[in-house]
């Protein structure tokens, strides 16, 4: 009775579903009520309750048709949901159009060809709790444009980015990927940096206030995991936050354009893995700062970079 066809999906009315599900969410939890006891209409439903709730999570959220932003398709968009948004430029939000917009644990948003937001996203899960728990949110397809601020903030919960490009300025020391926390960040396929595309060859270019301050930046005991992607025109690519005892594995990515590999800030504690990455066009060295951390590499390709050589393999490291 619940099968659907493309055809089906198309009607308004079968499209207005997401705006309704508030009033059928507090229906369904008045019916449930304990003081009903076996009066309750939801003891009829039986084994169709898990199935009706099934079909309500598979109906998308669209973005313009639906709602014009995605703050207010956020509003009405619940865990294990997704947004799905059209190709275009899109304002995340209709007032403080400066101001990043909030994504709850769970939710998935999915950009069709050639979506960008213009300023940020934070991620966030629920009450902080350790990286291993909580409902997995997925983010896919989607480019991010920040001018102030931090491009993509992973406050908490467990995230997995697709085919993603995150870029802001060095505007209020930003990074492209922030992770805080207890957060648990795996991204594939991504692109994390300025908004500069052309190499910066001076920090006396006009084009030098579009690199990003940091390309990831990890701090508390968040852990993030990037597999082929790139890292570009940052200024400083990897940084650590004070007390830090997260850690960061690179797998298979570019990491290019920049002044400085590593950062750490006093009795950082993390953790930093480097398997089968190509590292070039840094300007300055290996480390921004005095202080050190842990660091692993494996199957490194630096080309062009004497300093980095040394210290990869010399007697620093």
Not at 66 to 76: C, G, K, P, Q
Not at 170 to 192: I, R, T, Y
Not at 273 to 293: D, K, M, P
Request: a neutral charge.
């Amino acid at each position: 009775a619940f099968e659907t066809t493309p055809a089906m999906r198309e009607r308004p009315e079968w499209r207005r579903c997401s705006e309704s599900w508030r009033t059928s969410a507090m229906a369904l939890a008045m019916a449930g009520h304990p003081r009903l006891g076996a009066s309750s209409s939801l003891h009829e439903l039986e084994d169709l309750f898990p199935t009706i709730m099934q079909k309500v999570i598979e109906t998308d959220v669209l973005v313009p048709e639906e709602h014009h932003y995605l703050e207010d398709a956020l509003e009405v968009a619940f865990c294990g949901q997704t947004i799905r948004v059209r190709g275009g430029d899109h304002f995340t939000r209709s007032r403080n159009k400066t101001q990043s917009v909030v994504v709850p644990e769970g939710v998935n948003i999915a950009g069709e060809q050639s979506v960008v937001f213009h300023f940020g996203l934070i991620l966030r899960g629920g009450r902080q709790r350790r990286a291993a728990q909580g409902p997995l949110g997925h983010i896919s397809n989607v480019a991010i444009r920040s001018s102030w601020g931090s491009g993509l903030s992973i406050l908490s919960g467990r995230w997995r980015l697709d085919g993603c490009d995150v870029s802001c300025t060095m505007g209020g020391h930003a990074s492209a990927l922030q992770c805080e926390n207890q957060a648990n960040v795996m991204a594939k396929n991504c692109s994390f940096g300025g908004k500069c595309k052309e190499p910066v060859e001076s920090r006396f270019s006009s084009s030098w206030q579009d690199r990003a301050q940091f390309g990831v930046h990890v701090g508390g005991n968040a852990v993030a995991v990037l597999e082929q992607c790139s890292l570009q025109h940052c200024q400083i690519f990897l940084s650590f936050g004070n007390k830090a005892g997260g850690a960061v594995y690179l797998e298979e990515c570019q990491v290019s354009y920049g002044d400085y590999l590593l950062s750490t800030l006093s009795e950082g504690r993390g953790r930093g893995t480097f398997v089968s990455c190509s590292i070039s066009s840094l300007r300055n060295g290996l480390w921004e700062s005095s202080a050190r951390t842990a660091i692993l590499a494996s199957g490194m390709n630096t080309v062009n970079n004497k300093f980095v050589n040394e210290d990869f393999f010399g007697t620093n490291w």
